[in-house]
């Protein structure tokens, strides 16, 4: 019986491979009544988990996929590197390489994920094209009309009183009358914005978005979310999540039923 047991795992090892090269490409829309006219169609390009460890031909099928999707921002949502101790020199000019072809019209956001520490953010070099956000915003304009972007530091479950503290000196000097998205690595968030003037949340998780278990859910830790909250849209009050899995691996080269995924978010005036 245990020559079933070896093909059982090797099926399993198979679709695990199979599903980490499987990129998804999701576009979706979010209404709003608040978004400014000026901003109507406005494109967002979500991505992140990364966790670079080589410019392959994977990574060039995700600089290939973002041009075609022709975002007017492209966001980083945590987690370039691949381990804490990964050197954050080498990392750098992997993400300056994969991010050379891509030209989006407004720039390129990030926000540091729980990977991206031991200076990784604070040694970005002068000429790199990438703003981080951490504790800060970055605000467009358009005839008048005006689209903010935010960050905090990385707000999960064990410290969410700290995030909830950070976002509340970020919005401090903001004026009213903006649309505003909250970026971020943490599902978290959510809990984090609700009673803040907080117009769209944005995250990329794949701390815990990288396998799930059929019939029973995702294994997760440092995080109070639901199991219920899958990627994808999560709303609860009067905000709303759009929860991005990530692209990369961590720990297994394997994702298990959760496929990488970039994510389109086109911003329409309801």
């Given amino acids: 019986m245990w020559w079933l047991l070896l093909i059982f795992l090797a099926v399993i090892l198979f679709w695990g491979w199979i599903e980490t090269w499987q990129i998804r490409v999701v576009k979706t829309r979010c209404e709003s009544s608040n978004l400014p006219n000026s901003f109507n169609g406005y494109r967002i390009v979500l991505i992140g988990g990364l966790h670079l460890r080589r410019i392959s031909c994977w990574t060039r099928r995700i600089q290939n996929q973002i041009q075609r999707l ?11 590197k691949p381990t804490h101790r990964s050197d954050n020199r080498s990392t750098h000019e992997l993400l300056d390489r994969f991010l050379a072809p891509l030209n989006p019209t407004d720039g390129i956001l990030a926000v540091q994920g729980y990977r991206d520490r031991k200076k990784f953010w604070e040694e970005l070099p002068e000429e ?109 009050g009067l905000l709303s999540l759009y ?16 496929r990488p995924e970039i994510t389109l978010i086109e911003l329409t005036k309801k």
């Fill in 70 to 80: 022709n975002p007017d921002i492209l966001l980083i949502g945590g987690n370039v």
């Fill in 128 to 236: 790199s094209r990438v703003e981080l956000l951490s504790n800060s915003y970055k605000t467009l304009e358009r005839q008048g009309e005006r689209l903010t972007f935010l960050g905090i530091q990385t707000a999960h479950a064990s410290h969410l009183d700290r995030g909830i503290n950070h976002l509340r000196e970020t919005l401090a000097p903001l004026e009213m009358g903006d649309y505003r998205i909250l970026l971020g690595q943490s599902a978290d968030l959510l809990r984090v914005a609700q009673g803040h003037p907080i117009d769209l949340i944005l995250a990329v998780d794949n701390l815990h978005y990288q396998i799930r278990i059929l019939g029973w859910g995702v294994p997760r830790r440092d995080t109070k979310v639901p199991y219920s909250w899958g990627p994808g849209w999560v709303k609860e």
């Fill in 243 to 258: 929860l991005n899995p990530g692209l990369g691996t961590r720990w297994i080269p394997f994702r298990f039923f959760y």
